[in-house]
């Protein structure tokens, strides 16, 4: 069968029609070719006419790019040709093209109200669908009035039962320790104590004790994203495969049905319970996210309030976990890896309370406050610059929602459905961004951890050169509770306990992984 590019949705039609479909081995090769060809369709109709002299990174498979090459090498690949073309160009990358945005034109997108970050994350990794939620159930925009309005103008007060709750999460993997415990790598501790706490935030004192609700809350975006992670990346450039695996996964798969399961039966009988105690004069309202949306949330059709709330409590998780535990794992490889990096976090501390009029072994939740954590600074520019070099190549996908072609200042066209990535690699860690070095022998690969110290730029706050929690109206709303708890975690430990590393701390240079390698021994 000769394959043609269709110029319009009725030759697609035509073509499709075509398709002899008399046996299974037809049927499997019309499948495969009405795929290619709706593909080629969206390429052709999205890139047609986008006459704007950008360059494009040469590539000889048409449906996986240079995928194979980004992910073999994505640092050799990305200096290669972030230096070959410049800020602005072109890559096909994951089955479909994608430009590539570097230096002050990031700007540009972040700005932009029609490029959208979750309609073009979505097209790889649908969370919502992968649990089972509806397209139209709990938008973006719900998510950010949750975290902006119940959540961080109430840190102070959330502050010392997250304490609480970290310090719970820590003796659930080390336990009463006797002496030495080595620990193969740090996430799995970092991960239950960043859980226990958020659950406290999210769901409340009570529900925060129910340790196989805590194990949900810590393991549904690994477990949900490694169906993903395993995928054959043929299907990368199939749209509507890539899709209907994900719905599959949300309707069928065994780890979306236990933790569906496990939190709607820890949530339901809770909010039965305060609907029904509200109704009492002496009631005590309780203080948490979950309240918030009982009272506030508007219950779409079809659906009853518990399965609502604990949808938009997933939603929170996939927000926030993970990407908390994983950056305060980086922190803390970081801290390890540099040699007398503790002793000199721990000094900070020490000073920071003592200047406080605090006993500097006092109990965690009344010395480790709002207030006192954020004034140690020499913690804060160590958290900016680890995740600053994370490892990240091109990120932060986005969209063109808008109906009309977008034009960047340099002449780039980015038409309607078109994807941008971030170079966060050039923004972040490249020397060759002339504007962002203070001064010619600064090294920006280099990991210096006071680096912003008394600079006006504690880790909370984005910029051009530092993208972790995006720019502008995309950036992340929780990236202060976030700080909050990775800070709070180092505080702990390096009061608390020993740390050090048994083995070598290996930083990853692949995609697959953005976290360290490394056995940690723990002891009082």
Not at 72 to 86: C, I, L, N, Q
Not at 402 to 421: A, E, H, R, W, Y
Not at 508 to 523: D, K
Request: proline fraction near 5%.
């Amino acid at each position: 069968m000769q394959l043609t590019i269709p110029s319009s949705l009725d030759q697609i039609i035509e073509t499709v029609k075509d398709i002899n479909l008399s046996s299974r081995q037809q049927q499997t090769i019309g499948l495969l070719t009405a795929a290619t060809v709706i593909t080629s369709y969206t390429f052709y109709r999205l890139f047609k006419g986008s006459r704007d002299n950008c360059p494009t990174v040469p590539y000889r498979d048409p449906f996986n790019g240079s995928s194979a090459e980004y992910r073999k090498d994505p640092s050799a690949f990305v200096k290669k040709w972030t230096e070959e073309f410049g800020p602005v160009y072109r890559v096909h990358l994951f089955g479909r093209m994608h430009t590539i945005v570097s230096g002050r034109y990031v700007r540009e997108v972040f700005m932009n109200s029609n490029f959208d970050f979750h309609t073009g994350i979505e097209k790889r990794f649908d969370m919502k669908t992968m649990a089972d939620i509806r397209d139209d159930e709990v938008p973006a925009s719900d998510t950010r009035i949750a975290v902006v309005q119940y959540l961080t103008p109430h840190l102070k007060y959330f502050t010392p039962r997250a304490v609480d709750n970290l310090n719970i999460g820590l003796h659930d993997i080390v336990g009463d320790l006797q002496g030495k415990k080595e620990l193969p790598h740090l996430y799995p501790l970092v991960q239950r104590m960043v859980s226990r706490a958020s659950a406290s935030v999210f769901v409340g004192t009570k529900l925060c004790q129910n340790s196989e609700l805590i194990t949900s809350f810590q393991e549904i975006t690994g477990d949900l994203g490694s169906y993903i992670r395993a995928e054959n990346y043929w299907i990368e450039p199939f749209q509507v495969l890539m899709k209907l695996k994900m719905w599959y996964i949300g309707k069928f798969s065994a780890s979306t049905r236990k933790h569906r399961k496990v939190m709607l039966n820890a949530i339901t009988p809770e909010i039965k319970s305060r609907l029904e105690n509200a109704k009492k004069p002496d009631w005590e309202r309780p203080n948490d996210i979950l309240q918030d949306l009982i009272e506030n949330s508007k219950i779409p059709a079809g659906r009853d309030i518990a399965t609502h709330i604990t949808n938009q409590i997933i939603v929170l998780i996939f927000a926030s976990i993970h990407t908390t535990s994983e950056n305060g794992t980086i922190v803390l490889y970081h801290i390890l890896n540099t040699p007398g990096l503790i002793e000199e976090l721990y000094k900070e501390q020490q000073e920071v309370l003592t200047n406080a009029g605090l006993d500097p072994n006092g109990k965690s939740s009344e010395v480790f406050t709002f207030d006192i954590i954020k004034s140690m600074v020499k913690l804060d520019s160590v958290c900016r610059e680890s995740m600053r070099l994370r490892n990240e190549f091109y990120e932060l996908t986005h969209t063109n929602v808008g109906k009309n072609k977008i034009v960047l200042s340099n002449g780039t066209i980015i038409p309607p459905g078109g994807d941008v990535l971030i170079n966060a690699w050039y923004n972040q860690q490249s020397n060759d961004w002339e504007e962002m070095k203070k001064d010619k022998s600064e090294d920006r690969t280099e990991f210096k951890p006071f680096r912003y110290v008394n600079t006006g730029y504690p880790s909370t706050k984005v910029s051009d050169d530092y993208l972790v929690f995006g720019e502008g109206k995309h950036a992340c709303p929780g990236r202060w509770f976030a700080i909050q708890e990775i800070k709070t975690v180092i505080s702990l430990l390096i009061r608390d306990y020993k740390l050090r590393p048994t083995s070598d701390i290996i930083f990853p240079t692949t995609i697959q992984t953005a976290m360290p390698f490394g056995s940690v021994s723990i002891e009082k």
